[in-house]
């Protein structure tokens, strides 16, 4: 072997080494930006769950399972496979700055248990009004669930997301109207009418069942 063919092997195994000294740093830059925002975060088996709402009032969210809960995140942040690793990118994590990012949860799960609770809250979380990332039903290998998130509810139109963000938005503002909030005309508007027919209007705003009876009008 000559110089000049020694030379580029080293300087290829240097590219190496380098390259991969590069993505440990950025896992654990990954990692402390996760702890941040869950302190709780650690690295043994268990369920993860990324959620966000939109501007709009639209919820999402991604279930999945991991061997190494801290791990799999981080590499969601650099990966490009799936839509949830784009959308992390795109909309980042949450903070107080950024209240439209991605918040994180999670649970530990001994590993025998890991496609149960995986496909658990994978439905759970599609029967209360979120819009899944995911792609299947959960699972893993022989125990993976066939169907699409498409067949938990989910909007399959525009309109119907829209009707569906307007539902989970009601369904927030009128639990918080219950518990803290008394909602009246001004005392210097009683009597009008235009003002009260205001109120009635944010009244049937809030109201979920005008949504599942598909009486409210869009506009």
Do not use: C
């Not at 980042?92 to 209240?99: D, E, I, T």
């Amino acid at each position: 072997m000559d110089n000049l063919e020694r030379d580029e092997k080293t300087k290829i195994k240097m590219n190496k080494y380098g390259n991969i000294a590069k993505a440990k740093a950025i896992e654990q830059e990954n990692k402390k930006r996760l702890l941040k925002i869950n302190p709780q975060l650690n690295d043994e088996s268990g369920i993860y769950i990324l959620t966000r709402k939109d501007e709009n009032g639209f919820q999402f969210a991604y279930i999945g399972q991991a061997m190494h809960i801290l791990s799999r995140l981080a590499s969601h942040m650099v990966g490009y496979k799936q839509h949830i690793d784009l959308s992390l990118k795109k909309h980042k994590l949450y903070s107080l700055s950024n209240p439209y990012g991605w918040k994180v949860e999670y649970m530990n799960v001994p590993i025998d248990q890991l496609d149960e609770q995986e496909k658990y809250y994978i439905r759970f979380y599609a029967e209360n009004g979120y819009q899944l990332r995911n792609v299947s039903l959960g699972g893993q290998g022989e125990n993976r669930s066939s169907g699409s998130i498409g067949d938990r509810k989910q909007p399959r139109t525009y309109s119907e997301g829209i009707q569906q963000g307007k539902k989970s938005l009601a369904k927030e503002l009128s639990s918080i109207a219950e518990k803290h909030l008394t909602i009246a005309v001004k005392p210097e508007k009683q009597g009008n009418k235009v003002s009260e027919r205001q109120r009635d209007k944010f009244m049937e705003l809030i109201s979920i069942e005008n949504y599942e009876k598909g009486d409210m009008i869009n506009g």
